[in-house]
């Protein structure tokens, strides 16, 4: 019997989350208690509120040669607010790291690491130089 179908993680749930709530796809008969016990068990947190939210299919139309019109699955969508002090680890947002890097030429460089949901690691580079002279630049010239 499965009650949680998944996490709905977006820029929006990903707010609530830093504030205490936590979203939910759920199956459509699923009450509040079921909700509330399964996130309990499964992550270990007390729940203190439930809130659900039945969302509508949209009515979209089929483009090109076909002109028809279908209809997509609504779904059920909880909102669960945990204790205080109390987090579920897949809304965690990844912090960044710094680490300083020296090239060929004896410059330091800093690099910026940043892990996302899936635990890859991003790595962005920042153009000024630690402790080293800053390197000539090339202008371009258009012509008139």
Do not use: C
């Not at 998944?6 to 749930?13: A, H, Q």
């Not at 909102?79 to 300083?100: R, S």
């Not at 690099?111 to 690691?121: A, Q, S």
């Amino acid at each position: 019997m499965i009650i949680l179908k998944r996490p709905i993680i977006t820029e929006k749930s990903m707010k609530l989350a830093q504030s205490g709530l936590y979203a939910f796809e759920v199956n459509k008969w699923v009450t509040k208690p079921q909700v509330a016990k399964e996130v309990a068990q499964k992550f270990g947190v007390k729940v203190l509120d439930v809130k659900s939210i039945n969302v509508k299919g949209e009515t979209k139309q089929q483009r090109r040669m076909v002109r028809r019109k279908y209809r997509t699955k609504g779904y059920k969508k909880v909102l669960v607010q945990l204790k205080k002090g109390d987090k579920i680890a897949l809304f965690e947002t990844p912090k960044e790291e710094e680490v300083t890097v020296t090239t060929a030429e004896g410059e330091g460089v800093k690099l910026k690491e940043k892990k996302d949901l899936l635990g890859r690691t991003k790595v962005k580079v920042e153009k000024t130089a630690v402790g080293a002279a800053p390197t000539t630049q090339r202008k371009v010239i258009t012509g008139k």
